[in-house]
């Protein structure tokens, strides 16, 4: 199961340092206004998704891809974010 996130990480970061022409992801890397559009109209999708209980699975996978790719583009790394969840614990 992780191994699909990773898999989607790694791929962004291949993708930003060799990129292939017409990449859906790499447009989302080179274009952080359409990368951060992308992101909140996934949000909202996957939110009016679960209200009307169609198509959660498929929201929330956009979710998670356009997340990474987001993440990716601004320099967020997932590495970090574990760091900074694993310092949360209680």
Known sequence: MLDTLENLFNLARERKKSPVDGSYTNKLLSDKS???????????????????NS???????????????YLESN????????????????
């Open 34 to 52: 359409l990368s951060k559009e992308k992101i909140l109209e996934e949000i909202n999708e996957l939110i009016e998704a679960v209200d009307q």
């Open 55 to 69: 198509n959660k699975i498929h929201e929330a996978a956009d979710v998670f891809y356009h997340l990474i790719m």
């Open 75 to 90: 320099d967020v790394k997932i590495e970090d974010v574990m760091e900074e969840l694993n310092k949360r614990k209680k």
